[in-house]
């Protein structure tokens, strides 16, 4: 059993910067590949980005793709998202999820894949 904490969402400008933070209990955090994703009201999940489970490998989402940024620090047990310039179309609930093993290609998109999520952390961008 994992659990994970999102923290560091807020209310931020557009143009804007927000770094969030999931933070897992799991001391093996390696032996997860790691997706964040997003939910609007009234809209469906959304894949955001992924990292695998050393972080050699990253997607993004076409919608974010030069803007945000996954990484992860493993020692830490923590995976980070950059947010830079954001948009108030980025406003969402914004969860982190865990898969145990890895995840290749097209998989790290569909939230089916994972195996845990966190609670999700509100990220509101203002115009």
């Known amino acids: 059993q994992v659990q994970l904490v999102e923290s560091g969402g807020g209310l931020v400008q557009a143009g804007g910067s927000l770094r969030l933070s999931c933070a897992a209990s799991?001391?093996?955090?390696?032996?997860?590949?790691m997706g964040w994703f997003r939910q609007a009201p009234g809209k469906e999940r959304e894949f955001v980005a992924g990292?695998?489970?050393?972080?050699?490998?990253?997607y993004d989402a076409d919608s974010v793709k030069g803007r945000f940024t996954i990484s992860r620090d493993n020692a830490k047990n923590t995976v980070y998202l950059l947010l830079d310039s954001l948009r108030p179309e980025d406003t969402a609930a914004y969860s982190c999820?865990?898969?145990?093993?890895?995840?290749?290609?097209?998989?790290?998109?569909?939230?089916?894949?994972?195996?845990?999520w966190g609670q999700g952390t509100q990220v509101t961008v203002s115009s």
């Open positions: 999820a865990a898969k145990f093993t890895n995840l290749v290609g097209s998989n790290f998109r569909s939230p089916s894949q994972y195996d845990y």
């Open positions: 990292i695998s489970r050393r972080g050699g490998t990253t």
């Open positions: 799991s001391r093996t955090l390696s032996s997860y590949a």
